[in-house]
């Protein structure tokens, strides 16, 4: 049976930060740390008055904005846009951006993955890549009502125009809320014939408390925890002692969702009604 040592759990909070021009960096997911072959997750500290220049070179990018109370500038094709919590940018090979603090520091994620192969990708253009915020993002809440998720990258996901919100299948990824009491359930996920080692998936907590579960095991997980989970690691998250934020992401997106527990509620998702007492579109994950 599956135990808490089957995963990896690194603590931002905890590890060695290097010195870089922009600020501070810490890797807190790599192959050399988790085992992970397609995923690196950096988290950057961009210090007051600096900048940070991102160029994605033959990869993708996906540079996410945790917090910016100070407010700074995100520079990208060409506009700028304000750094502010859940704001960021899909970057696809050969694009660039930058990042400013100004008045005070940024703190922010930076994902990269490779090119996935054509198969993966499911006949997908795989760019332009694009800059969001909260506003841009269509949440989504699950049947039960004790999730909610803003994807910022993801291919199935559909902007108000019918377009997709996502060019590739290099990524899934986005931030998540659970309300007091919100699970998942107890799941794993599995390769497919396109991507036959499956996934590099991990949850990072940002606030509040959550509890992962593998197998009969729990560990409390405190903001700033990365937690990895190999393919075919069966696993559950839910807040504990109040609502939970976390970041969730997959690369490359090409893969099985095996549900070992009995809920269902949990399964489906819907998009939040635009207008007061609309109904409910599901979200068609296919």
């Known amino acids: 049976m599956a135990n808490i040592s089957d995963v990896s759990i690194v603590n931002w909070n905890k590890t060695e930060a290097k010195s870089v021009p922009s600020g501070l960096e810490r890797t807190i997911c790599s192959q050399a740390l988790c085992g992970s072959k397609t995923l690196d997750v950096i988290h950057r500290t961009v210090s007051k008055g600096r900048k940070l220049d991102v160029q994605a070179g033959d990869k993708y990018h996906l540079v996410y904005v945790i917090e910016a109370p100070g407010g700074g500038n995100i520079g990208f094709g060409g506009k700028s846009h304000t750094a502010e919590a859940g704001a960021g940018v899909l970057l696809v090979p050969g694009e660039s951006a930058q990042f400013e603090a100004t008045g005070s520091d940024l703190q922010m994620l930076h994902m990269v993955t490779p090119k996935p192969p054509a198969a993966v990708e ?25 999730r909610v998720r803003r994807f910022c990258v ?61 197998g009969d095991d729990t560990q409390e997980l405190e903001p700033g925890t990365l937690v990895f989970f190999p393919t075919g690691v069966p696993h559950r998250l839910r807040a504990h002692g109040g609502p939970l934020d976390y970041f969730e992401l997959q690369a490359w997106k090409s893969f099985k969702t095996d549900v070992l527990s ?3 509620l949990g399964l489906k998702w819907y998009y939040d009604p635009v207008s007061p007492g609309a109904e409910r579109i599901e979200w068609d994950q296919t």
């Open 154 to 214: 993801e291919s199935t996901v559909r902007l108000l125009d019918g377009s997709r919100l996502t060019p590739t299948n290099a990524i899934q990824a986005g931030e998540m809320r659970y309300h007091d009491g919100g699970s998942s359930p107890y799941h794993r996920h599995l390769g497919t014939s396109a991507n036959p080692d499956g996934p590099s998936h991990c949850y990072i907590t940002f606030k509040g408390r959550g509890v992962v579960q593998v």
């Open 262 to 264: 009995e809920e269902k």
């Open 122 to 146: 499911a006949g997908l253009p795989g760019g332009p890549g694009y800059f969001f915020n909260r506003k841009t993002l269509r949440p989504l809440t699950d049947a039960s009502g004790g």
